[in-house]
């Protein structure tokens, strides 16, 4: 259960240690997790570093169900984004996992079982304003995951995504923002949006509860939603054409 210091990953952790599975948390720092779970073990990880990941799969052994929760967003205008802060948020939301889904993989491929629950985002299904690097490393997770759960449902191993609407936590994006930007009106506009949309978002336990359900579903699906209203959204979506989708989503980022 990467990310178990905080927010989403803290929630899920908590949920399945009281449900009787023994969770293995991650943190960058775990001797610094403020209010840890008691009987969660906490191990170091840190995304940004691949060396980092090898000691922590290393470290956890034999894993039965691993939750790629840890993550980061960005916050720019797409046009102005450094390309490094780019690949840092991909490092972060896409590479990091894919490298630590490849060192579980082999040991649960010749254990014939296992589950991986990647946790993407409502940003990972309708692209975000100002949040491309998120959207897109989002939108790739769950490529990802659709592609490898194809891979390897035959040696017993389920693969399921999770998108998350709003959720109360303390993420906080990279932000990128040139003061002689062409698109501070609006990206200010985003921002004081989202600071009341994140403060008016569920509670990070219902992703905890909605995970357990995914754990103990006899046949899981591919996709999964959860909170901030993104149920209702992913059922809209089905039915409305793009351009619809578009202008509501301008709009429910506060811009014109
Ligand atoms: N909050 C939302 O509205 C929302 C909506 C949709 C999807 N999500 C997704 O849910 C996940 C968790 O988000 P959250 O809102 O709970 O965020 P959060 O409260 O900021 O927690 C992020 C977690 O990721 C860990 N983390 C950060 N950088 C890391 C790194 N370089 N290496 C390893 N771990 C790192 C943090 O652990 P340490 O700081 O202890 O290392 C922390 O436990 C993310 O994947 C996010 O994209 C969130």
Known sequence: MTGASKGIGRAIAVVLKSAGYQVIGTSRNPESIQ??????????????DEASIEECRAQAGPVDILINNA??????????????KVRDLFQLDL?????????????????????????????????????????????ALAGFTWSLRNEVKSFGIQVVLLDPGDIRTS??????????????????????????RMA??????????KVLKILRAEDPRPFYTVGGGAPAMAFFKRFLSD??????????????
């Open 71 to 84: 993550g980061g967003s960005s916050l720019w205008p797409a046009a102005e984004g450094p390309l490094a």
């Open 95 to 139: 590479f990091g996992p894919i490298k630590l889904i490849q060192g579980v993989l082999p040991d649960m491929m010749r254990r014939r079982t296992g589950f991986i629950l990647n946790i993407g985002s409502m940003a990972g299904r309708f692209a975000v304003p100002y949040q491309s690097a998120y959207s897109s490393a989002k939108f």
């Open 35 to 48: 209010n840890k779970i008691e009987g969660v073990s906490y191990l170091p990880l840190d995304l940004m």
């Open 171 to 196: 993420i906080e994006p990279t932000v990128h923002f040139r003061p002689d930007s062409g698109f501070q009106t609006d990206m200010s506009r985003f921002i004081r949006n989202r600071e009341v």
């Open 243 to 256: 351009r619809f989708i578009e202008k509501q989503i301008k709009k429910s980022v506060g811009l014109k």
């Open 200 to 209: 008016e978002g569920s509670d990070p336990a219902v992703v905890g509860k």
